[in-house]
C-alpha cells in the first residue's frame, strides 16, 4: 500500500507542528534546569535542524561554563540516587 501524498500546506503544517514540539521541549527543559538551580545559557533549537522543507528540530543543549557543569552533574546525581 503507498503512501498517502500530502499537499503542501499539510507538509507546512506538520514541519510547524515540529518546531513548536522543539519549542515546548526547551521551554520545559528551562524551566526544569531553572527549577534546580541550573541554567544553560545556550539552550535552544538547533537553528540548521530547523532549514529546509521538511525541517527535524534538534534541541541544543548548548555550552556552559565549568562550574555550571558540576552543578548540573550534582543535580543529576541527585536524582539518580533519589530514583535508584
Known sequence: MGKIMMTATERREEAAGRVRAA???VA?????FAGVGVKLPSL???PVSCAGNEPAPLVDLGRCSIEMA???????EAAA???G
Not at 28 to 32: D, F, N, S, T, V
Not at 70 to 76: F, G, I, T, Y
Open 23 to 25: 519549542e515546548d521541549a
Open 28 to 32: 520545559r527543559l528551562r524551566a526544569g
Open 70 to 76: 558540576l552543578r548540573l552533574s550534582v543535580q543529576l
Open 44 to 46: 535552544r533549537i538547533d
Open 81 to 83: 540516587a533519589h530514583d
